[in-house]
């Protein structure tokens, strides 16, 4: 995929016997999370440059940890994958664990010319990347090349939201209005969504539902287990549309019921749904549940502990030293997600709705292109390199 945003030539450079400035040559590993790669993609798209996505495969090599495999291509299938040969990029994009070996092996073969962006978390030591784009659940130590985010970069196409809208808005016009919109996950590393939380949240947005005289827009996910599926459409007592989700289904109404519906609930177990509800700028309560239980893990503490700030010293050093070197993946934090999205005012707890203005997200996007762009233009990118690198 080759974008078509080019850098213009600076005016006179080719008289005065100077290369002429190019764009940078961008490479994106692709991998087979689809929330990953489209947050990928769309940071790509927003730079304005082209680009080559990349598909990699991996063999049973890439559940090494990271510090051990290093700069190197040994995890990669090679026959399933993208070619990766020269000339090599002057940056990567990629995400997470797997493909982090990959992008420092890249960077290697280009003696050192290729700058790394990486998203979401690499499981390697940090200052192998010239930036990491991260978000509070993945619980990063704060570096000069961390840069946070409130929101995921993944964005739905606005013309799509209207298609939807229009396919949908029939269907639904015989349901009372406030249309609430119940966005429910599954179970996660993080959460597991049981029968019982399940008729739980059924009879408590029932019962907010029937208070505001509307009608609930309920889907599930890939994530909701059957039975949890049944029971929760068992528990719902109010005007509704109930939708199980299905791989491949074209008449998915999910898309619909972004931009139909004037309010929104969505589980705690997700982190888009909750931005893809915030990015409509209608109201979103979350509705939390208690985590998986660990080991060391209290009972009052459903985030998973007690929060960052009533550590020792000591332990946090620790904790945040063992994270930056990669030697341990903590568990996602959605407590921490959660208490971002409700600092910035975009969503409230399920039950604890505020009136005002609902405000819009930040525009994390921009953040981002402007720090790569700034890391960039560091170091000049001639057109007579492009056979070089």
Known sequence: MTGAAQLPAAAGLATA???????????????????????????????????????????????????????????????????????????????????????????????????????????????????????PQYRLPARPNVLQLTTPLNRIDPHRLEQAAARWASRLRHLPRPLVALLVGGNSSSYILDPVTARRLGGEVSRYVQAAGGALLLTTSPRTPPEVVREL??????????????????????????????????????????????????????????????????????????PRSARPRWGRWVFDGLVYWGLIKPARDFAAYHRALEAQGLVTAFGEERGGAVRAPPDDMARAVAHIRQMMSRRPIAVDEAGEN
């Open 17 to 135: 016997n100077i290369p002429a400035v190019r764009a940078p040559r961008v490479w994106v590993l692709l991998g087979k999370g689809a929330g990953g790669n489209a947050q990928l993609l769309a940071l790509a798209e927003a730079l304005g440059w082209p680009y080559e996505s990349k598909h990699l495969a991996y063999n049973m090599l890439n559940l090494c940890p990271n510090l051990v495999l290093g700069s190197t291509s040994v995890s990669l299938k090679r026959k399933q994958c993208s070619p990766l040969r020269p000339p090599w990029p002057d940056l990567v994009i990629a995400a997470s664990r797997r493909s982090a070996p990959i992008a420092q092996w890249i960077k290697k073969r280009s003696r050192g010319h290729t700058r790394l962006v990486h998203l979401l978390h690499a499981q390697a030591p940090l200052h192998r990347f010239d930036l990491i784009i991260t978000l």
């Open 233 to 306: 459409f068992e528990a719902v007592d109010c005007p509704a549309y109930r939708y199980a989700w299905r791989a491949g289904d074209p008449d998915n109404p999910y898309l619909g019921f972004l931009r139909l519906a004037d309010r929104f609930i969505v589980t705690a177990d997700s982190a888009s749904l909750a931005i893809e509800a915030c990015a409509t700028g209608k109201p979103v309560a979350v509705f939390h549940w208690p985590t998986r239980r660990r080991r060391g893990q209290r009972a009052d503490h459903p985030s998973g502990g007690p």
